[in-house]
């Protein structure tokens, strides 16, 4: 594959222009940019690690004042905040270019029209999962499992079988002695968020329940 410039690969992840040096930066310390983060080129293939790594190293926001509100919130939830990233709205971690509450609705109909209603959440925030159980139609079932702390299969046991839908929330706080109690394979019911939105979640729920 040709090499492509970085911050065309930049613009098209939906990073603001002036976050580019805070990026670059990041790429360089992980060894995705090689010799110097001011390089005009990347391999094209790398292009999707570059973009795990920067997903890793920042919660992405977008410049909503809500977001960025809650952004700083998130402190308190995953300990060490991660450094933010401005980017536009539709990449953004937190909203996910689309209202909590809507997504949520748009869940919850897919969710009625495929006889569901049971949700377990594997990861996640104390302060997430507040604002999951107050935005979200009272007819879907919430259960959420600490992805900080690890525990004995006989714990998860009971959860994983009351679950229709099993969600592994990554780009959480979420140990990986927690998650392998519930990501088996071939469980149709386990999905995997890999961001950090409740916009975000609602969605890939959506999308697997009208899948099947």
Request: proline fraction near 5%.
């Given at each position: 594959m040709t090499?492509?410039?970085?911050?065309?690969?930049?613009?098209?992840?939906?990073?603001?222009?002036?976050?580019?040096?805070?990026?670059?930066?990041?790429?360089?310390?992980?060894?995705?940019?090689?010799?110097?983060?001011?390089?005009?080129?990347?391999?094209?293939?790398?292009?999707?690690l570059a973009?795990?790594?920067?997903?890793?190293?920042?919660?992405?926001?977008c410049?909503?004042?809500?977001?960025?509100?809650?952004?700083?919130?998130?402190?308190d939830?995953?300990?060490?905040?991660?450094?933010?990233?401005?980017?536009?709205?539709?990449?953004?971690?937190?909203?996910?270019?689309?209202?909590?509450?809507?997504?949520?609705?748009?869940?919850?109909?897919?969710l009625?029209?495929?006889?569901?209603?049971?949700?377990l959440?594997?990861?996640?925030?104390?302060?997430?999962?507040?604002?999951?159980?107050?935005?979200?139609?009272?007819?879907?079932?919430?259960?959420?499992?600490?992805?900080?702390?690890?525990?004995d299969?006989?714990?998860?046991?009971?959860?994983?079988?009351?679950?229709?839908?099993?969600?592994?929330?990554?780009?959480?706080?979420?140990?990986?002695?927690?998650?392998?109690?519930?990501?088996g394979?071939?469980d149709?019911?386990?999905?995997?968020?890999?961001?950090?939105?409740?916009?975000?979640?609602a969605?890939e729920?959506?999308?697997?329940v009208?899948?099947?």
């Amino acid at each position: 594959m040709t090499d492509i410039p970085i911050d065309n690969m930049l613009m098209d992840f939906g990073i603001a222009y002036n976050e580019y040096p805070n990026a670059r930066n990041a790429l360089f310390e992980w060894g995705v940019i090689q010799r110097s983060p001011h390089r005009a080129n990347i391999a094209g293939s790398k292009s999707c690690l570059a973009r795990e790594v920067l997903t890793a190293a920042f919660l992405w926001h977008c410049n909503n004042g809500d977001c960025r509100q809650a952004a700083n919130k998130d402190a308190d939830g995953y300990g060490d905040l991660p450094p933010l990233l401005v980017v536009k709205q539709s990449e953004c971690d937190i909203c996910g270019g689309k209202p909590s509450a809507r997504s949520l609705d748009e869940m919850s109909a897919a969710l009625a029209a495929a006889g569901r209603s049971r949700i377990l959440v594997v990861g996640g925030t104390e302060r997430k999962e507040r604002e999951i159980r107050e935005k979200s139609p009272p007819c879907v079932e919430w259960r959420f499992v600490d992805g900080k702390v690890a525990r004995d299969d006989r714990y998860y046991r009971p959860d994983r079988n009351w679950a229709e839908i099993i969600v592994i929330w990554q780009s959480t706080p979420l140990d990986h002695r927690v998650s392998a109690h519930f990501d088996g394979k071939g469980d149709r019911r386990v999905i995997t968020v890999r961001r950090r939105s409740i916009a975000a979640l609602a969605g890939e729920i959506t999308g697997h329940v009208r899948r099947r």
